[in-house]
């Protein structure tokens, strides 16, 4: 195996593991996301949790962010919560910070 071989051979496996990092991060981030969002609409106990899965659930319907902060806006609204569009995007993008510093941490 040549040296450029095993360079690139290294840069496969960091991207994979990258990769890998990101998807538990978003995936950290929605549960985060699911359970303060249960508490603004009064969600509790079990119930937390289970809305906190359907949360991280939402992400896979389409690539981006935008599928899980629909389904947010939306429970928000059938519940009306006041929480204004920009504080969605900004708990969400401070939970990002938590998940990755969590998952760092781990």
Known sequence: MTTFDKRQEGFEKKFAHDEELRFKAN??????????????????GDDATAYAKEVVAADFEEQGD?????KVR???DAKKVEQSDHQIRRTM???????IDQIKNA
């Not at 935008?66 to 629909?70: I, K, L, M, P, S």
């Open 74 to 76: 939306a429970d928000f």
């Open 66 to 70: 935008d599928d899980v902060f629909r």
């Open 27 to 44: 995936a950290r981030r929605n549960r985060l996301l699911g359970l303060w969002a249960a508490e603004k609409m009064g969600i509790t």
């Open 93 to 99: 993008d401070e939970l990002m910070a938590t998940a």
